[in-house]
């Protein structure tokens, strides 16, 4: 019983695996990397505000972070699609 569990779920991790894999598109890669990036954005602002007490110093580090790391993530995000390691 036990023994037919683990086939029955090792089948559907496969078939799951399957369907994740076809579902991942570059369009959800920019969604994830635009929804951490508004996350990271602010800390980065605050922090920035914090250490230098100026928000238009803040501001404008917080601006060029949030594009050159919304680039990174979605090239990291696509490289990580095609490693098969964990899946």
């Known amino acids: 019983m036990i023994v037919d569990q683990m086939i029955f779920n090792k089948k559907i991790a496969k078939q799951s695996f399957e369907e994740d894999k076809v579902s991942e598109k570059p369009v959800r890669s920019v969604a994830k990397a ?3 990036r508004v996350v990271g ?3 980065t602002l605050v922090v920035s505000y914090v250490l230098s007490g100026e928000i238009a110093l803040a501001a404008s580090i917080a601006s060029v972070d949030f594009l050159t790391k919304l680039v990174l993530y979605f090239f990291h995000e696509r490289v990580w699609n095609k490693v098969k390691w964990g899946k």
């Open 34 to 36: 635009l929804s951490w």
């Open 41 to 43: 954005t602010i800390d």
